[in-house]
């Protein structure tokens, strides 16, 4: 009998091993913002290539999380999680190597796609490892909580790099966690697939790849104006390419995304709130980032020194959370979280160009923390409650879809919000019109932040009964 089958810890070491994967996922969606100033300097990226070394990451990662997920599914969620782990450092290395802003974006892209296999095969891993009871939860609540903090610890880590050493160390430093990865993986993960005779629903993974892409390209192309042909014609094909992937899933015998994984009315609501959440995390730090440097003047280490605030109140947020889950149930939960990072977003869009860091962001960053530790914690406990074993990689892609996707089109949109607002500007922007911009993209956030609190009364029932129940006794519980 093998170690991870026969020793009481294997499993807590199992998570722990998933837990740092799921990190450096959601890491690296933001880790390369506080070096895009320099890495736009050292290969001549203009603006709208710098937006994409953000925006290629989120969009292939999104794009093909679906097809990644069945493949975890069907050839082996361990043997995803390894081919994904080496993939992922390799892209990475490339990133870190390159001499020109296009293999930059490339490498982005690459790395997206790995991490679109190692994602749902780590989800996954934790869904069939912690399959009930308190154990579950406790693990949930490590893994969620990791999850909120990736992005801004990103940003930390990403201006430690670019501040000591170079901002190419933002890719490279993924091939130290690539090989604890793998070496432990090997150890302490266990093999598990989906049970009968499988197949790969080719016509699904084009229609809802091509289809994602298209959609997410078109919003990128708003910031022209949405009028324009292109913008147009992007968004049209994209609506197009989906509605074919749903009626192909509606009627093959082994759907990509079987169509119940997202019909079941609180799945469904938790996927739209974790999109919109996404679209804050991945879209509105970036924004931050550049007020930080740009407008206050901040250097790449203090910009991400004052990102600490968010992570650190998403992780002291998750205990709290943990403990009322088994008495309210998800939906004051994540209703209340919202309305509280909404609140924040309002804040933060009050930022001047001369004020405070600790008066106009430092406030802001801390409760649109603690509102993303009400999100993160029930959110990925609700959307993978009682789906079969056999599809668990299909659902846990459909999660980490929405994040990324609603990322990328949140991205854009603000985007276009920041060169609308400034349009009329001749020459390089002052500081003053910097922060307008930044301030609406801000407000915007805020507004989706609301909506993302509707979706969850409207559709997160008050109480889970099997999420309640296998909560309860994790009450008392610390996390670790």
């Known amino acids: 009998m093998s170690w991870r089958h026969s020793h009481p810890s294997a499993r ?7 837990s740092m994967t799921q990190l450096v996922v959601v890491l690296d969606s933001t880790i390369v913002n506080i070096a895009l100033p320099q890495a736009q300097a050292e290969l001549g990226l203009t603006d709208s290539a710098r937006q994409w070394v953000v925006t290629a990451y989120a969009l292939a990662f999104g794009a093909f999380l679906l097809l990644g997920g069945r493949i975890a599914d069907y050839a082996g969620r361990k043997l995803a999680y390894m081919i994904g782990m080496v993939g992922f450092g390799v892209a990475s290395a490339y990133g870190g190597l390159v001499s020109s802003g296009v293999d930059l974006i490339i490498a982005r892209a690459l790395q997206g796609v790995f991490a ?18 308190r154990e579950r939860n406790r693990a949930f609540a490590v893994f969620g909580t990791v999850a909120g ?12 790099l670019t501040e000591f050493a170079d901002w190419r160390w933002c890719l490279l430093v993924n091939l130290i966690f690539v090989l604890i990865g793998v070496i432990a993986g090997a150890i302490v993960l266990s093999p598990s697939k989906a049970e009968g005779e499988n197949r790969y629903d080719v016509a699904g993974a084009v229609t809802i790849t091509l289809g994602l892409g298209a959609l997410v390209y ?10 324009d042909p292109l913008t147009i014609m992007f968004l049209a094909a994209g609506v197009i390419l989906l509605a074919a992937f749903v009626w192909i899933e509606s009627r093959v015998a082994q759907p990509l995304l079987p169509l119940r994984v997202i019909a079941d009315r609180v799945r469904g609501g938790a996927l739209i709130v974790q999109a919109l959440s ?6 509105t730090t970036l924004y931050l980032t550049f007020h930080l440097q740009i407008v206050l003047g901040m250097s790449a280490l203090a910009a991400g020194v004052a990102s600490l605030p968010l ?7 998750a205990p709290l959370v943990t403990r009322l889950l088994p008495k309210t149930g998800p939906r004051p939960l994540m209703t209340l979280g919202p309305i509280l990072a909404g609140i924040a977003l309002f804040y933060l869009s009050l930022i001047s160009p001369t004020g405070s860091y600790w008066v106009e962001v430092f406030p802001g960053l801390l409760l649109m923390g603690v509102g993303m530790g009400f999100i993160f914690v029930p959110l990925q406990n609700v959307a993978l409650m009682g789906v079969a074993p056999h599809e668990a990689g299909a659902a846990s892609a459909a999660v980490n879809s929405a994040m990324q996707i609603g990322g990328s089109i949140g991205l854009s949109v603000f985007t276009t919000i920041y060169v609308s607002v400034l349009a009329g500007v001749t020459g390089a922007p002052t500081a003053g019109e910097l922060t307008a911009a930044y301030g609406a993209t801000f407000q915007a956030a805020a507004i989706g932040m609301l909506a993302a609190a509707l979706i969850a ?17 994790a009450t008392r519980v610390p996390l670790g």
């Open 116 to 133: 679109a296999l190692l994602a749902p095969a780590a989800l996954a891993l934790l869904t069939v490892t912690f399959p009930h009871g």
């Open 278 to 283: 996404g679209s804050v995390m991945i879209g």
């Open 12 to 18: 807590w070491w199992a998570l722990g091993v998933l």
């Open 311 to 317: 992570p650190f109140a998403i992780t002291a947020t």
């Open 218 to 227: 078109g919003f990128s192309l708003a910031e022209n104006g949405w009028a």
């Open 149 to 160: 903090a990736g992005a801004a610890t990103g940003l930390v880590l990403g201006g430690f």
């Open 457 to 473: 009364v409207a559709m997160i029932r008050r109480r889970t009964d099997e999420t309640v129940a296998e909560a309860a006794v």
